[in-house]
């Protein structure tokens, strides 16, 4: 998994930017707004530090709890914890609430504030007023695009196109294929349906049954058993939630396993692994957040800092898969080094890409993400 720099304008126009309801969450109300302080325990600047905030809208899911834990770890490491104090601020799951707390914070002075949004244009103005009193906004995971906002996230494109090409290897020209839509209206769910279908229709690949997972395990498994049920002779599914999820619907339906792309949870990576499944797994790193903060530190410090970051996905697979061509590098899945017995389910790891050098942060530090 790696960093690389892009062209806003190329990756924009390939991702068919849309308005946002949150990236690779189920839609719901959140928790009142709340914040906590990082590293001197302190709102207000000290000794000269930066003060940073991270504006979050959603806490219903794992990724969303592992990255808010990155990014406190990594406040409270050098070079981090002698140049600032970090506060994490948590809104409710909407753009009106967000966008209340995002002025709240211009009043009370930040240097910088990192944005998971809720929405890629109603905090538009808030964040312009951000700008407009001198704070540096950097955008991740959940984009705002707008100029002088700093972005960090993840080529879903090369992620997507990788699973479909596993996909298209293991079920062979013209199979009967399922396919994830995941969340209706999403950027990041959109761009990856998009990218899937252009490899899917290359390979001529038969799409039977599409369906909205949300990235819940829930809903995934709730739509797969209809799925199923209506295609008995499915020869893979391109799914957008987890491989537990698409391992219960079809163990559910008495079905044999069939050929599985999704994204990584350590259930799902462990799942994998006992039942040496052909499955593909996606990684969108939680320390999106600490590469954002960053991102802060060094245009803070002066440093003259690319206005776009695209993180590239880590891919897994089983052993027996390690030299399929999916066009990315791929990393065979190993218990106690990328999966794990006694972490949560939901843990999602790497949590870091290989070459974010800044810092480290180990699977001890951030498992115990959950409150």
Do not use: H
């Amino acid at each position: 998994m790696s960093m690389k720099k892009i062209s806003r304008r190329d990756f924009l126009k390939a991702a068919s930017i849309v308005t946002v309801a949150g990236t690779l969450t189920a839609c719901g109300g959140g928790s009142s707004a709340s914040t906590s302080a990082v590293a001197s325990g302190s709102t207000a600047a000290a000794g000269g530090k930066y003060k940073i905030a991270l504006s979050n809208a959603f806490m219903g899911n794992d990724w969303r709890q592992i990255m808010i834990k990155c990014a406190e770890v990594a406040a409270t490491k050098e070079p981090y914890a002698s140049k600032l104090d970090l506060t994490i601020i948590n809104s409710e799951n909407s753009a009106e609430a967000q966008s209340a707390a995002i002025d709240a914070m211009v009043e009370q002075g930040y240097n910088a504030i990192l944005v998971d949004a809720s929405s890629s244009s109603a905090l538009l103005p808030s964040i312009k007023r951000a700008q407009d009193a001198g704070i540096v906004v950097v955008s991740f995971d959940s984009v705002v695009i707008a100029d002088g906002v700093y972005t960090v996230q993840t080529d879903f494109i090369s992620m997507v196109e990788a699973w479909a090409k596993y996909l298209c290897n293991k079920c062979g020209e013209g199979a009967k294929i399922a396919v994830d839509t995941g969340m209706p209206g999403s950027t990041n769910g959109n761009t990856i349906y998009e990218a899937a279908m252009s490899v899917f229709q290359d390979s001529n690949m038969n799409i039977v049954s599409e369906f909205a997972s949300q990235y819940a395990d829930g809903v995934c498994q709730e739509q797969l058993a209809s799925v199923l049920a209506a295609n008995p002779d499915l020869d893979g599914i391109f799914c957008q939630a987890y491989v537990e999820s698409c391992y219960s619907a079809l163990t559910q339906a008495g079905m044999d396993m069939i050929p599985i792309s999704a994204f990584d949870t350590n259930l799902g990576m462990k799942t994998m692994l006992n039942n040496d499944l052909d499955a593909i797994i996606g990684n969108n790193c939680p320390g999106l957040s600490v590469i954002a903060l960053d991102v802060a530190v060094r245009v803070l410090d002066g440093e003259t800092v690319e206005q776009d970051t695209l993180v590239t996905p880590g891919i897994f697979v089983n052993e027996k898969d390690a030299d399929i061509d999916v066009g990315l590098p791929s990393t065979v899945v190993k218990l106690g080094e990328n999966v794990w017995e006694d972490v949560p389910d939901g843990m999602d790891w790497p949590a870091l890409p290989a070459d974010f050098d800044t810092i480290t942060l180990t699977i001890d530090e951030i498992s115990n993400y959950t409150a």
